[in-house]
């Protein structure tokens, strides 16, 4: 009797199983066809990540740890769960994606300082041993999918996330082709830089603040002396290779808000928000010197430049044009005075004053 009834229970209990996650698999397939139409309404990248993070965590319980997103030109962008950060995953992410610098990785919903990981190591790296992954290939998008399961894995489950990063390749790649395309037409290809056109509506829209709040407002325009004599000399690669590698360095040593463009041929325009012409003129200073000791390898040679800068502040009643024409009549002014110098120029009185000319 008693056998008999341990037969019947397990029987029962399987069966029982069986019907659970049935039901639970009809549910998760309700809300997953809700989410896949909330995806295809979203407007950016990560808003259609974050709509898969909540989808995911209410159907399979899973705690997100990073959405991944290789990025076209170079690099990947990192979408972590809010209660995960970088050093748990950063080294499988490099290696993944075949990246050697932790510099290639962006990520999209954290801000972290250099070493910053703030994470308790032993609650998240002990997990790893179940982590699992999903790829997407999509067109012009490959991305993965790093999670933890916080509960039993069902059969089922592979199913639901495999129809849910089919409807996130779709919106996600559709909206990269947007991005994509609104890039194209505001970025220099080449440098990475704004473009002029994307430059003037920007210091439109900075002067127009900074007249309405009575803010500083900075400009600075340079180009790279002599840079005609290096394209003749060294060909035009070796040209490209200068422009971007000067590029790379002045945007590293300016601030988040600054903004750097390329305004034609070998020359540059940085505005600087909330930034005095003092300010402005020791920052075209520091990155003066900064370029004039970069050395480029190119074909076993070295190649080295030089730049002159004209620096410009906004004062009452002036215009776009009048703060661009100051800022280039001041670069006349430093290549007529011997070129790899800034003008208006400092002059140290004494260890603790300067002024300007």
């Not at 709509?51 to 990025?71: D, G, I, M, P, Q």
């Not at 499988?92 to 990520?107: S, V």
């Not at 982590?131 to 290939?137: A, C, G, Q, T, V």
């Not at 215009?319 to 140290?348: C, F, H, Q, S």
């Amino acid at each position: 009797m008693n056998q008999t009834f341990k037969i019947l229970s397990r029987r029962f209990l399987a069966a029982f199983s069986v019907i659970f996650r049935e039901a639970a698999r009809q549910a998760d397939h309700a809300v997953l066809s809700r989410h896949i139409v909330a995806l295809n309404k979203k407007t950016s990248s990560t808003d259609i990540i974050n709509e898969l993070s909540v989808c995911l965590k209410n159907t399979l319980n899973y705690r997100l740890f990073a959405f991944v997103v290789k990025k076209a030109a170079g690099g990947v962008d990192v979408w972590l769960d809010p209660g995960m950060y970088k050093q748990s995953l950063e080294h499988i992410i490099l290696q993944d994606f075949h990246l050697e610098n932790p510099a290639d990785l962006t990520y999209l919903n954290h801000d972290f300082a250099p070493g910053d990981h703030r994470e308790n190591k032993h609650q998240y790296i002990s997990n790893l041993d179940h982590l699992n992954f999903y790829e997407i290939f999509e067109d012009n998008c490959y991305a993965r999918l790093y999670m933890v399961p916080r509960k039993p894995v069902y059969a089922f489950h592979d199913e639901v996330v495999q129809l849910m990063l089919q409807g996130c390749a779709a919106a996600l790649s559709r909206q990269l082709k947007i991005e994509n395309l609104k890039t194209a037409a505001v970025i220099d290809p080449l440098t990475g830089c704004y473009n002029r056109r994307e430059m003037e509506t920007q210091l439109c829209r900075h002067i127009a603040s900074a007249t309405r709040y009575k803010n500083n407002l900075s400009l600075f325009m340079f180009d790279l002396d002599h840079f005609k004599d290096i394209n003749d000399t060294h060909g035009h690669q070796a040209g490209d290779l200068i422009l971007k590698e000067i590029s790379f360095l002045v945007k590293d040593n300016m601030r988040q808000g600054d903004i750097l463009a390329r305004y034609g041929g070998e020359e540059f325009i940085a505005i600087l928000p909330e930034t005095g012409k003092h300010k402005a003129m020791e920052l075209a200073d520091r990155l003066r010197a900064k370029i004039a000791a970069l050395k480029i390898p190119y074909n076993g040679k070295t190649l080295q430049v030089t730049a002159s800068f004209g620096v410009s502040q906004l004062t009452s009643g002036m215009d776009m044009r009048r703060l661009i024409e100051d800022a280039d009549t001041m670069l006349y002014k430093a290549k007529r005075n011997g070129r790899n110098t800034v003008m208006p120029g400092l002059i140290k009185v004494c260890p603790s004053l300067a002024v300007t000319i």
